[in-house]
């Protein structure tokens, strides 16, 4: 005895039944494939953002101006929240004279793109207007891309117009 005679039988209903099953499971197929091929990818989700609410700063260093005048530089920057970067620059002169140090702090959030562990800013006004430094060169527009490696550990910024890279680590 059968539980379902009709799939036992040869007639053309049950080669229609068979076919409208046969059609129902190729179309669910189609569905659930087309559903996962539009999911969006982890790298991109902004809930797995990997720079938001994280701190970083770059090796300070000391350089020299055209005048002979040392200064002291060093720059940390915030990722947050709303897709801003901030920034601040530190930069200190130092003076061999009794006239003590004088110091520019600047701080400027701009927003960046970011594609997986690569985040984007566009900077178009400077970021340290004015500064400390005798005789500054004239600002020009400029990209910055910000690459976080594997272990997150480790920051690279690469300025597009010259190529120059800095390396940031998390702030302790």
Sequence with gaps: ????????????INTIID???????ILLGAVLFTLTAC???????????????????SSSYIGKYPN???????????????KHIAFRIEEELIREEGEGKRHTTKVLSLP?????MVATVRVAREIAPGGIGPER??????TFTYTLDASKQRLTCKKHSTGEITIFTPKK
């Design 1 to 12: 005895m059968h539980y379902f005679p009709y799939l036992c039988d040869n007639s053309i």
């Design 19 to 25: 076919m409208k099953f046969k059609y129902t499971l």
């Design 39 to 57: 999911s969006s990818s982890k790298e991109d989700d902004p809930k797995e953002d990997p720079f938001v609410k994280t701190m970083w700063e």
């Design 68 to 82: 002979g005048e040392q200064y002291h530089f060093q720059t940390w920057i915030y990722f947050e929240e709303d």
């Design 112 to 116: 960046y793109t970011r594609k997986g």
């Design 137 to 142: 060169e004239p600002f020009k527009p400029d």
